[in-house]
């Protein structure tokens, strides 16, 4: 616990003594700062209004930039140590490939996350300010929205990361998937599969399957609980699932799969040559 414990400060300190961190941090809370400066909690549209507008345009903003920008920036985590030989300087301690392996996951998780879950925060305390209501269980499972998504992406980059030999096709890897989720399957495969008259239970399980497909819907299902804005598809989740089991399938499914690829990407990880 002490070597882990010791590589998590270390990598805490390198984090906060770079640029990138504090630019990520200051666009999260800018952004959700902007939001609110448009005045858009102020207006009323489909029924949302308040906190719960701000919110959601936040978390669909999220749904799309996080992906990339936690692939792009975790992926490097272990082939770039192993590249500049910080690994193998690291190695000459007694430190076990568990702790070094599961201390960086950690930290990545906790980096990624802080400026995320400050800005909900905040949010919630400029609305207060304001006068509105805060919906706190909208807040809370937001921010496990957030967190879930985080995790199985920082996983997704370590098993990526456990794989390739250089940062380069680490980086290829993760712009392939990242375009895969959003673009082929958000919009090219879809319209595809629709034109080609693929039965409707195909297209909803292949949209369930993609997380970034999920996250969306259950973005929009914690406000709107029958999916109106969906269309069609609404009928066959809520038939399929019903509102809370959907919201509990979308955790363990972001859970569950992430680590997965976590503890596949240790097996690679341990087994491969270190050096």
């Known amino acids: 616990?002490?070597?882990?414990?010791?590589?998590?400060?270390?990598?805490?300190?390198?984090?906060?003594r770079s640029r990138w961190f504090w630019v990520y941090a200051v666009l999260v809370i800018a952004s959700m700062g902007g939001i609110f400066a448009t005045g858009i909690s102020d207006s009323r549209v489909a029924g949302f209004t308040g906190l719960t507008r701000p919110l959601l345009i936040f978390i669909q903003g999220c749904n799309l930039v996080l992906p990339i920008f936690v692939l792009v920036s975790t992926v490097r985590t272990l082939v770039k140590e192993k590249e500049s030989n910080i690994f193998e300087y690291e190695l000459s301690f007694p430190i076990s490939l568990g702790e070094y392996y599961f201390s960086k996951f950690l930290s990545r998780i906790v980096i990624l996350c802080s400026p995320l879950l400050t800005a909900m925060v905040l949010s919630a305390v400029f609305c207060s300010v304001l006068g509105g209501s805060i919906p706190i269980n909208i807040i809370l499972l937001y921010s496990g929205l957030l967190l879930a998504s985080t995790f199985f992406y920082v996983s997704l980059s370590f098993f990526i990361s456990s794989l390739v030999r250089t940062q380069e096709v680490g980086l290829g890897v993760s712009l392939f998937i990242w375009l895969l989720l959003v673009a082929l399957l958000d919009v090219a495969l879809l319209g595809l599969l629709i034109k080609a008259l693929v039965p409707e239970e195909t297209i909803y399980t292949l949209v369930l399957l993609n997380p970034v497909q999920l996250f969306k819907i259950v973005a929009i299902c914690l406000f709107d609980p029958v999916l109106s804005v969906i269309g069609p598809a609404s009928y066959f989740i809520l038939d399929l699932f019903g509102t809370s089991t959907f919201l509990s399938y979308t955790f363990l499914y972001l859970f569950g799969l992430g680590t997965v690829f976590l503890l596949v990407g240790f097996v690679f990880f341990s087994k491969r040559d270190l050096l």
């Open 1 to 16: 616990m002490n070597s882990f414990a010791t590589i998590l400060k270390l990598d805490f300190n390198a984090t906060f």
